[in-house]
């Protein structure tokens, strides 16, 4: 994957795929599966601005597992890779 540096509080991440088999073993269609709502940080930017100038330095860090918002962010596509850059903000946990 290119090198990407995402800026201030932003923060790269690629999506984990969605189970496609249900437990009873019904495989589940793409088109009825929801957005992932779990992913690996790719990329995180230098951090957060605040009111006084400083830089709060981001909560994450690349290879975190993460929670987030359904709709959270904007989708790009990157050598072939589809990713979604959101705010630290957006972020709601990271798995342990």
């Known amino acids: 994957m290119a090198n990407i540096q995402p800026l201030f509080d932003r923060v790269v991440i690629k999506r984990k795929e969605e189970e496609k088999l249900s437990a009873g073993g019904i495989v589940i269609p793409d088109s009825a599966t929801e957005k992932p ?6 990329a995180v930017g230098a951090g957060k601005t605040l009111d006084n100038g400083s830089v709060r330095a981001p909560q994450v860090k690349v290879g975190d597992e993460v929670l987030f918002g359904k709709y959270a962010g904007t989708e790009i596509k990157l050598d072939g890779q589809d990713l979604l850059v959101v705010k630290e903000d957006d972020i709601f946990a990271v798995i342990a």
């Open 37 to 42: 709502i779990r992913g690996e940080v790719v």
